[in-house]
Nanobody
C-alpha cells in the first residue's frame, strides 16, 4: 500500500504562485504514474497534471503554461508549481497514484478520469482571490 500526504496549499491573490508537495510512503518502489487532481466548489473532480516515472508529463488545457508537475523519485515526492493563479483555480488539490502500476492507458486517458486511480491523499486547499 501507499500513503500520500499533500502540503503547500493556502490563500493567494490572483496572479500569485504556490507550490504543492506530496510525499509518498509505504511501498513506493513500484510507484510509476502520479498525478494531481482537483475539485472546486460545486464542480466535478478533474485531472490537472500527470507525470510518469521517467518524467513524461501532460497537463489539462486550463493549466497549460501556468502549472508545472515534477517529481523526485529519490525523495518519493511529487510537486506542482502553480504560477499565474486565477480564481477558477480555487479547489482542493489531491495527489493520486496506483499500486501496482496499471499499464495500457494513455496519459491523456489517465488525466481524464478519476476512476483509474486507486490511492488518494487527503487533499490540500488552494484559494485564489480576485
Amino acid at each position: 500500500q501507499v500513503q500520500l500526504a499533500e502540503s503547500g496549499g493556502g490563500s493567494v491573490q490572483s496572479g500569485g504562485s504556490l507550490k504543492l508537495s506530496c510525499v509518498a510512503s509505504g511501498s513506493t518502489a513500484t510507484v510509476y504514474y502520479m498525478a494531481w487532481f482537483r475539485q472546486g466548489p460545486g464542480k466535478e473532480r478533474e485531472g490537472v497534471a500527470i507525470i510518469d516515472r521517467d518524467g513524461t508529463t501532460m497537463y489539462a488545457e486550463s493549466v497549460k503554461g501556468r502549472f508545472t508537475i515534477s517529481r523526485d523519485n529519490a525523495k518519493n515526492t511529487l510537486y506542482l508549481q502553480m504560477n499565474s493563479l486565477k480564481p477558477e483555480d480555487t479547489a482542493v488539490y489531491y495527489c493520486v497514484t496506483n499500486l501496482p502500476p496499471v499499464f495500457g492507458y494513455s496519459l491523456g486517458y489517465r488525466l481524464s478520469t478519476s476512476k483509474v486511480w486507486e490511492y488518494w491523499g487527503q487533499g490540500t486547499q488552494v484559494t485564489v482571490s480576485s
